[in-house]
């Protein structure tokens, strides 16, 4: 599974890293490091995924591969 | 309120069969869940409804107009934030102003309020909340609203922007000031500037204090704002203001409005508070919980920037919107067991702390002071209820609602 946050809806919420602790990390403005980008989701870290999309509120993480 | 009979009949001219017309003031105080309910009515009822009140404005009741709503700045501006009051005699920055300009300002303060930033002073929260709790613990008895929701985030607000905690002593009766008037309520105009030139004055006398020295204070954000820039140059004294004061009424009254709705949540439902006081680890998810089903932000206004159909809505420029954030958070249609605290809720995206652009600044903070209060009372106080038989009133949606008192009681070992 992979993992993208739309650059342009990312407003720095911070909700998918505090719930995907292990996979997302944040920048000193408290944005997501992973904006803009795509992220490799291993295997073990899939729930956390979902829950990192689920959790943004302006559905800017997409999950491709699930 | 202006009231100009013309423009009413322009508006009124406009709404057909498929917006309803509703006569509702939301600036009125009401018994504790009133507006909650009055926001669940309306989302049901309809997507969208124009409010006779006053000029007339058009109400968005679901999450994704709502939300929508948030994510079109282009269409949907910040110039006015209040739809009963169009053209404000206030400016926040960067509340009110639009993208692209915003960034602009807003990165000025977003280190400042960022994730980093709040876990470098979390040790400080703790002390902070751990010696109000202290203070109050061995009464067995106080007012929660008075004696800790507005003077914990006060005291965490100010030592995060490096002025003293005990300052809290004038914002506090400053910022009740206020929103005693920025609900709507004509006859506090009055004592809101009064309160409005009472902050802006304390800042004044910060940057003039601060004004001669060659380089910033560490962690002080008055001291770093007077030597920002933005287009190359020095921001200015009237804008630096604005942020401050904008700072100050966003944060603090807010953050005792949820504080209130929490923790009478948690005296009433010992089984959430006893979970919470075994699994720590629980408390963030219970605080956005809790910022989805106790929304303090009844509606967010908006002024159109153009003529657009928006979900069935005729909208002109210069139109008020509200976006039901209430209505959003409790909707059906996006959770489960909507109207139910589930204190370890997955997906929860509620809009509490708004969308788009303007996404609540202080998001990373208010969280961080709701989550220590929580451990820290727990940590002093394990068992409390809510200590009167008479129904709790709250503010009125046109203000961020907030119970006007809390009163708890608690066993105290050994009295």
Redesign the interface.
Known sequence: MKLTVDGN?C?????CY?VATDLLG?????YVTARGQVTDVPDNQIPFAR?AA??????AITLIGD | MTHVAGEDQDVAARVDGKCPVIHLDVSTPLTVGSYWQKADELREGSPAFFNSIGQGYWIFTRYEQV?DMY?HPEIFSSESITPWEPDPAYRFVPTQIDPPEHSKYR?LL??W????AINQITPAVHELGRNLVAGIAPRGECDFVSDFAMRFPTEVFLTLVGVPASDADLFVPWVEEFFRGFGGDQAQQAAMMQALGGIRGYWAAALDERRAEPAPRDGDLASHLLHSTVDGAPLGDDLILDMLVVLVLAGLDTTRGQLGYLFRHLADNPDDRHRLAAEPALI?SAV?EALRLYTIIFGDGRKVTRETDFHGCPLRKGDMVYGLVAGANRDPRVYDRAHEFVLDR??????G?A???H?CLG??LARRVMQVAVEEWLAAIPDFRVATGEPLLERGGGNMMALFSLPLAWEVEGA
Do not use: M, V, W, Y
Not at chain 1, 26 to 30: A, I, N, W
Not at chain 2, 346 to 351: Q, R, V
């Open positions: 809806r407003t720095g919420h911070g909700r505090t944040f920048d000193d403005e408290g829950e689920g959790t943004c509120p302006e559905g | 939300r994510q990165q977003s280190r309020f960022a994730p980093n963030p956005e997955k997906a929860n995206n509620h809009l702390f969308g788009g652009p996404r998001a990373h």
